[in-house]
């Protein structure tokens, strides 16, 4: 059985993904990287037959690997992908794609040009609920979808406070551009990914600021975006995100669709990362809730649903096309929020 040859860039979230695609049958995990020597170190235990190295350089020139993924800081996408791709290989990138839509451009350029694949982690799509969703919707449950508000909102979880997360020119910005960007591509994607058109949205960093301000650390970045969106069709979305927020709940994450048929909505289950979905329609002039009750994603995981895709010459979900998308209508928001005014969104190449 043909394997694929693959190398993972990045060993925070990155270990995951090196677990899953080392118990994929189909993928071998080749080689990890870290420039961070510990973090190696902690992660060629757990993968010991896969090599090791500091450099990402000397992986690609030393390894013969069909597909690459990045779980980098976001000012490292671009680069990392355009070296892979020129390389040959195709690359799994994660969320957000890039730190704007230029570079998100430019990564979908060379993926064209090198005639190889660029998917990007929205990992929220692999959620069981989230799929048995977009069969219903695919299947017409809503009728001609009008609204959407999509959301995550933290109590208080700002990752790697004083890191790389909080300085705009790492990360791009705060919650909207970490967080957002899942729960914005999971509300298009139940939608069929309409055309963007206008924002009008703000930023704050009220409380952020105040704490980096209290201990001497860096943040540069919003704690708290509120944004509409309207597309081309029509249609509407509204989106609010946190890292910190008065809100009673940890963590909520809400999205929900209203079409003329039916609504849905993919939240998370008490304050965790276990989803579920709910189907709310009118059953012969009888409001009814339809709770599907999937046993996981049939699609697998984002990354084995890569490799698999890769193999069986089928096309992948999340695309580099969706990820460029998605940054046009996070370059418009910030853009809205810094001028306060409506901004059109840029259109895609
Ligand atoms: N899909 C998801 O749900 C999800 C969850 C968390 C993070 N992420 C994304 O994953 C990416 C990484 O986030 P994280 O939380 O793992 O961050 P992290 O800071 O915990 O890990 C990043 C790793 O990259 C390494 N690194 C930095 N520069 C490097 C270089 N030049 N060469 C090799 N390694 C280098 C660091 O040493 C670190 O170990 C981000 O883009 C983030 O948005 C996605």
Redo the contacts with the bound molecule.
Sequence with gaps: MKKLRVGI??????RHHAKDLHSHSRSDLVAI????ES?LEESAGQFPESQQY?D?EKMLAEQDLDMVVL????F??KPFAIAALEAGCHVLC???MAMNTAEAEEMLAVARKSDRRLMI?F?YRFTGAAHALKQAVDAGVLGDVYYGRTGWLRRDGM??FG??FGQKNKSGGGPLI?LGV?KIDLALWLMGYPSPEWILARTYDHLGKARAEGLGKDFDVEDFAAALVTFDNGATLDVTVSWASHIKEKELMETRILGTKGGVVHRNINEGYEFEGEIFTDFNGVPSNIQPQPRGCPLGSSMTHFVDCILDDKPHIATGEEGATLMRILDAIYESAASREPVRVGRGS
């Design positions: 860039v990045g060993m925070g979230m990155g990287v870290d420039a961070d973090r500091t990402y779980a980098i800081p976001n490292l996408h994660e969320k957000p982690n990992s990752p790697g890191g790389w970490d899942h």
